[in-house]
């Protein structure tokens, strides 16, 4: 079964466009993130939540909300997609923030902007 | 500010032993990791170190010094599917994983 699983794998929409990743995690851990890897490879957090609180927000643009209905699901929506926005985001899963478990990734959402 | 270097590139043949550096400045240190990335897919967990020292998992050895804000992983008996990127992090105080931009490293016969 896989543990942490995001949809759809590729996403091809035109700039302005407003687009959601879906992810979710069978682990039953605490803390889900949302990671951008851009063409240089760095990952970058974006957002965490632990038990529905937003305890991470990274300095990125207000069109980019998370929404965890639970806390096995934490989805992406982005609104007015720009050209800078294409990148690969990865949705990734630990037991406990604050602790130094490993995170457990998605493979992958790769964002194209036309 | 934060910062986590590693070579861009590395080449190694086959069956030999290889070694990624990683050097680190952070605000704070809860950890290292070193993650695997196949071209493509999802970062695979690979080992953590909180302390000085080798810690040996199989083919691969990470290696911690605190002190020197240095850490290294160690490949041995290469094999063709070891070509990937490897990716450095490090925990900072605020318990947030920072990344390196992780080393391409590539196997030839």
């Known amino acids: 079964d896989t543990a942490v699983s995001q949809t759809p794998k590729y996403l091809v929409t035109q700039m302005g466009n407003d687009k959601s990743i879906k992810c979710e995690q069978n682990?039953?851990?605490?803390?889900m993130y949302w990671y951008k890897q851009d063409s240089k490879k760095f990952l970058k957090i974006m957002f965490s939540?632990?038990?529905?609180?937003?305890?991470i927000n990274e300095t990125v643009p207000n069109r980019f909300s998370p929404k965890s209905p639970d806390k096995a699901h934490l989805n992406l929506h982005i609104n007015s997609l720009e050209l800078g926005d294409s990148a690969v985001y990865f949705c990734?899963?630990?037991?406990?923030?604050?602790?130094?478990?490993?995170?457990?990734f998605g493979d992958g959402t790769r964002l194209s902007i036309l | 500010g934060q910062n986590i270097d590693q070579p861009t590139e590395m080449t190694a043949t086959e069956g030999a032993i290889v070694q990624i550096n990683c050097t680190y400045q952070?605000?704070?240190?809860?950890?290292l990791f070193w993650y695997q990335q196949h071209a493509g897919e999802a970062p695979t967990f690979l080992s953590y170190?909180?302390l000085d020292g080798l810690e040996e998992k199989g083919r691969f050895s990470s290696f911690l010094s605190r002190s020197k804000g240095y850490s290294y992983l160690l490949l041995k008996e290469l094999q063709m599917k070891d070509s990937a990127s490897y990716l450095c992090?490090?925990?900072?105080?605020?318990?947030?994983?920072?990344w390196g931009a992780g080393t391409k490293l590539i196997i030839k016969p």
């Open positions: 990734a899963s630990s037991q406990k923030s604050g602790e130094t478990p490993p995170q457990h």
């Open positions: 682990l039953g851990h605490d803390t």
């Open positions: 939540y632990n038990n529905k609180e937003l305890i």
């Open positions: 952070t605000s704070g240190f809860n950890g």
């Open positions: 170190n909180v």
């Open positions: 992090a490090v925990l900072d105080s605020n318990y947030q994983l920072i």
